[in-house]
T-cell receptor, first 113, second 112 residues
Framework: AQSVTQLGSHVSVSEGALVLLRCNYSSSVPPYLFWYVQYPNQGLQLLLKYTSAATLVKGINGFEAEFKKSETSFHLTKPSAHMSDAAEYFCAVSYNAGNMLTFGGGTRLMVKP | DGGITQSPKYLFRKEGQNVTLSCEQNLNHDAMYWYRQDPGQGLRLIYYSQIVNDFQKGDIAEGYSVSREKKESFPLTVTSAQKNPTAFYLC???????????FGSGTQLSVL
């Protein structure tokens, strides 16, 4: 069965600092990988997705993620955190052209002034 | 243990048939959601409910219906009006609008 692990249920960074949210998956076949964001009082929004094209994927709001097969990882990064980045971030994996999504437990990002 | 239960895991629909996907949560969450995922795409919101006996359409509500008669239950009916029902359906819930989402394990619906 596929699974996703997000290390750190809470991550706190200072405004302007690097954001790194970790995601590792279990897989015996190449996966499709997604990062979603849930802002306060809003629904889920797709940040970016990896679908076996370029390993470095750029998303919205300055976020990007790199697919590393050898490490089975798909960590999310942003060079400089902004206060508006404070939200819950979910990593998800699926196979067979994207069906059967499995979500990680989520990481709450807090940004300090 | 508290959680969200979706059933069945796999469901097959015949042409012209209505089918209902179950979503039950014992987390005492007020808000519940239904999403649809198509291959290679992100999730899209079908319907959501913030309180019992009330629900709102999401981005792709056409061809779907829901009910929220009990706090813990939010079933989704895929009607015959939904011409392209084959997808993965995910139910989610949260305690309040600022709280974290919890997800069910999903239902894969296919058309025979």
């Amino acid at each position: 069965a596929q699974s996703v692990t997000q290390l750190g249920s809470h991550v706190s960074v200072s405004e302007g600092a690097l954001v790194l949210l970790r995601c590792n998956y279990s897989s015996s076949v190449p996966p499709y990988l997604f990062w979603y964001v849930q802002y306060p009082n809003q629904g889920l929004q797709l940040l970016l997705k990896y679908t076996s094209a370029a390993t470095l994927v750029k998303g919205i709001n300055g976020f990007e993620a790199e697919f590393k097969k050898s490490e089975t990882s798909f960590h999310l990064t942003k060079p400089s955190a902004h206060m508006s980045d404070a939200a819950e971030y979910f990593c998800a994996v699926s196979y067979n052209a994207g069906n059967m999504l499995t979500f990680g437990g989520g990481t709450r990002l807090m940004v300090k002034p | 243990d508290g959680g969200i239960t979706q059933s069945p895991k796999y469901l097959f629909r015949k042409e012209g048939q209505n089918v209902t996907l179950s979503c039950e949560q014992n987390l005492n969450h007020d808000a519940m959601y239904w999403y649809r995922q198509d291959p290679g795409q992100g999730l899209r919101l079908i319907y959501y409910s913030q309180i019992v006996n009330d629900f709102q359409k999401g981005d792709i509500a056409e061809g779907y219906s829901v009910s929220r008669e009990k706090k813990e239950s939010f079933p989704l009916t895929v009607t015959s009006a939904q011409k392209n029902p084959t997808a993965f359906y995910l139910c989610a819930s949260r305690r309040g609008m600022r709280e974290k989402l919890f997800f069910g394990s999903g239902t894969q619906l296919s058309v025979l």
